[in-house]
């Protein structure tokens, strides 16, 4: 069973009818016990990371969170879900992580900047192709290169540059 956490922040009706089209036995739950029957994790997320964190530090899940993926329990971060995995975000402020993944959420375009770049539109939005290193069950059914569609501001500083290769 995929126990999806439910923390306020997700759009979980989206991602479970998804799941269970693909055949997979989804629990929708932001109960303890759940979570630690499950085999697998999914952590969703909308929103802004700060308010996001809070909300699920007020669950009380976090502890579990983190004592389920010590044990080797596999874990999905979905968009925002996927930030809190690291350290750190740099939306509105500095605010932590679960300290999952090394690396921080960084603005792009405080970033581009830094850099000295200029004329790039910030937020990012529109169509991209992706180019998949990996052809697990995740990625089934997608072309090589599939056209996906992008929302953001912010991205990924991993500590450990072959996350995001």
């Not at 308010?51 to 971060?77: C, R, S, Y």
């Amino acid at each position: 069973m995929i126990a999806v956490i439910d923390y306020g922040v997700g759009n979980l009706f989206s991602l479970t009818a998804s799941l269970k089209y693909l055949g997979a036995d989804v629990k929708v739950t932001g109960e303890k016990e759940e979570i630690e029957a499950a085999d697998r994790i999914i952590l969703p997320g909308v929103g802004a990371f700060a308010d996001a964190k809070e909300k699920l530090d007020q669950t009380g899940l976090v502890e579990t969170i983190l004592e389920q993926t010590a044990d080797g329990k596999p874990l999905l971060g979905i968009c925002l879900g996927m930030q809190l995995l690291f350290d750190e975000s740099h939306e509105y402020g500095v605010h932590k992580g679960l300290g999952l993944i090394k690396g921080k959420i960084a603005s792009i375009d405080e970033d581009l900047k830094k850099a000295g770049i200029a004329g790039l539109k910030v937020p990012h939005i529109g169509w991209n192709s992706l180019t998949l290193k990996n052809n697990g069950r995740l990625f089934s059914g997608l072309t090589e290169t599939p056209y996906v569609y992008f929302v953001h501001s912010y991205y990924l500083k991993a500590k450990d540059e072959t996350i995001v290769k």
